[in-house]
């Protein structure tokens, strides 16, 4: 599984050639590219609503739109897309030569930041390359996008439990979701062998040391290898 950072919360995943785009904002410090630049991913997976996260969908509208059904009706409505998969929280679909797990996140989630209209309930999207079961595998590799998220007791609980990511991006910018401290807890709780900070340093509300947030890892006692990509740069899950 291949994962690349391309800033903020914008993550592009690769699993044995099928592609997600998850989150396309590329107006932010991290990247170089344009939505131009970028080739259309088969599925593009949107956490919620504000315009960090769905600014740039308009440019994929050749990839299958994944979200809760609020979102992907938005998307085919206003946005010009004709292929969706509308899901829902706990449920899991299969896509391509992945499987794509919908979990709650706490944030709200009014459509570009407005309040005029609500468009479902925040995400995040755990994708592996096993069907989850009960039953451990250790021969999969999950990756779990957490989207704009505060800490929540289900990731100890549910994910780090039933789902098992063996690694994690996590918000940890302050102001809108965790900084540094909460995010930290979040890695220790998920049990991930290795963490990506994300959501940081994009606007000035969410400007942090991003060394903060490897030094809060550390305290929890997590054994999680701490990964601060730079922009468009990947790491290779294995």
């Not at 030569?97 to 570009?112: E, K, P, Q």
């Not at 996008?145 to 780090?160: N, P, Q």
């Amino acid at each position: 599984m291949e994962l690349t950072w391309h800033g903020h919360s914008t993550w592009h995943v690769d699993v044995d050639g099928t592609t997600f785009l998850i989150d396309p904002f590329f107006d932010n410090p991290f990247t170089d590219l344009s939505p131009s630049d970028v080739e259309d991913p088969d599925y593009l997976l949107l956490t919620h609503g504000h315009a960090d996260h769905i600014s740039d969908a308009g440019a994929f509208t050749d990839a299958t739109v994944v979200g809760v059904p609020e979102m992907t009706g938005y998307m085919e409505a206003e946005v010009g897309f004709t292929d969706s998969i509308g899901m829902n929280l706990g449920g899991t679909v299969e896509c391509g030569d992945a499987f794509v797990t919908m979990h709650r996140a706490d944030h709200t989630n009014g459509l570009n930041t407005g309040y005029e209209h609500d468009i479902g309930m925040p995400a995040g999207f755990i994708i592996s390359d096993k069907k989850p079961t009960q039953e451990a595998d250790e021969d999969a590799t999950t990756f779990y996008h957490a989207g704009d998220t505060a800490l929540m007791s289900e990731m100890k609980d549910v994910i780090a439990q039933y789902l098992e990511p063996d690694a994690a991006a996590v918000p940890c910018g302050d102001h809108f979701t965790m900084g540094p401290m909460q995010a930290a807890i979040a890695v220790d709780w998920l049990n991930v062998d290795h963490a990506f900070p994300m959501h940081y340093d994009t606007f000035p509300p969410v400007e942090i040391d991003v060394e903060d947030f490897e030094r809060e890892v550390n305290a929890t006692g997590s054994t999680a290898e701490v990964h601060v990509l730079d922009g468009d740069e990947s790491f290779t899950l294995e």
